[in-house]
């Protein structure tokens, strides 16, 4: 069965799960929506963001700089992985893999290196890296949704254990591809130069929006279409790569999911109450293993359906256990069809094999940094 067919099969889901919750208790499925639809809407226009500012040629430009002053695998991987965690925290997971992925791959084959540790990094990185801000992680944003904290709120409580996380996950990545990381490199090919202009004028803009706002979902989307509404009137864009990047039938079916778990989660108390008898690292793995079950937005939702008792602790299951398995978040998803598209060969075994070593150790420093940011 080809990709599109899932995302439809997913979508026809979504919608008889939502259409099921709203005839069974329309209440729970109102506010599921409500607490729902924003990390939705804000990551629909996080990816139009990203699109225009790939067009500029801005990712690409990055890609290059970075393969030109890295003269080692080494330091080109340390600096992949900045960018990674950058572009995740600032633009959203989905935004960095859909992407940076392609860049990545042409990084390394610029410079003749092998891509194994750029293309899996890129994966993983960005799940480890979507713990910074709200709109990093579509979870953080349902989770925040009981939380009612600003972007700044949330990065004091979350910055340590998002750089524990990162860094974990970069340590295991690099050193179980350190192989091909020292191989020997030429002189990465120049792209065209990028434009400074619209694309990155949009992606300051939602950086500072996330970060400002405390509910940033429709400044952001407002803010994408309108950067490529001016693209599609300059002729700039087309209608199919629009459609391409936002995914919408994926999209609409996690959504419909999500309604359905999240309404679940309000008229039957089982999640909330096994939460509260619960401590930090057990929620973590609760969430960790939900995420691989039905997806971390859909297990986002009925987890929080309910304010958790240790919230930040289940968000950094949600956020790092999908990299246990694609079934785990819609970045593997758009990972997966980034990297064909770039023409390379991604491994769903190879991928899972590294997140089996990486969870459980990012999982236990961001878990272990927790309390010194005074959260739990």
Do not use: K
């Amino acid at each position: 069965m080809t990709e599109r067919r899932l995302g439809w099969l997913l979508a026809c889901l979504g919608a008889i799960g939502a259409g099921i919750a709203a005839v069974a208790d329309p209440g729970a499925a109102r506010m599921a929506v409500a607490q729902d639809w924003s990390p939705f809407v804000l990551v629909a226009g996080l990816l139009l963001i990203g699109l225009v500012a790939n067009e500029d040629g801005l990712f690409a430009a990055a890609g290059y700089q970075l393969a030109r002053t890295s003269r080692s695998g080494g330091l080109l991987f340390a600096g992949a992985a900045a960018a990674v965690g950058v572009v995740t925290a600032a633009l959203n997971l989905d935004t960095s893999v859909a992407f940076l992925t392609p860049v990545l791959v042409y990084t390394a084959r610029s410079r003749g290196a092998g891509e194994a540790p750029l293309l899996y990094g890129c994966l993983l990185l960005s799940n480890a890296g979507s713990l910074l801000l709200p709109g990093s992680n579509l979870t953080n944003l349902i989770v925040l949704g009981q939380l009612h904290l600003t972007g700044g709120r949330f990065f004091a409580r979350m910055w340590l254990p998002w750089l524990a996380a990162l860094t974990a996950t970069w340590a295991v990545v690099g050193f179980l591809e350190r192989r091909e990381m020292q191989a020997e490199a030429g002189e990465p090919a120049r792209p065209d130069p990028p434009v400074l202009g619209l694309g990155l004028a949009a992606v300051a803009l939602a950086t500072v929006l996330v970060v400002a706002l405390r509910s940033p979902a429709i400044p952001v989307a407002a803010a994408g279409a309108a950067a490529i509404g001016i693209r599609l009137l300059r002729r700039r864009a087309a209608l199919r790569d629009i459609a391409e990047v936002l995914g919408v039938p994926v999209l609409a079916g996690l959504f419909g999911v999500a309604v359905a778990l999240g309404s679940l989660g309000r008229a039957w108390s089982g999640p909330a109450i096994l939460l509260s008898h619960l401590d930090s690292w057990a929620t973590a793995a609760v969430a960790a293993a939900a995420s691989v079950l039905v997806n971390n937005l859909p297990a986002a939702s009925a987890l929080a359906a309910r304010t958790p008792s240790h919230p930040f602790a289940l968000l950094i299951g949600l956020n790092l256990g999908p990299n246990l398995f694609v079934t785990g978040s819609l970045a593997w998803i758009l990972w997966l069809r980034a990297a064909r598209t770039a023409g390379a060969r991604p491994s769903i075994v190879r991928a899972s094999r590294l997140g089996a070593v990486a969870v459980p150790l990012s999982m236990a420093l961001a878990l272990s940094v927790l309390p010194l940011t005074g959260s739990r």
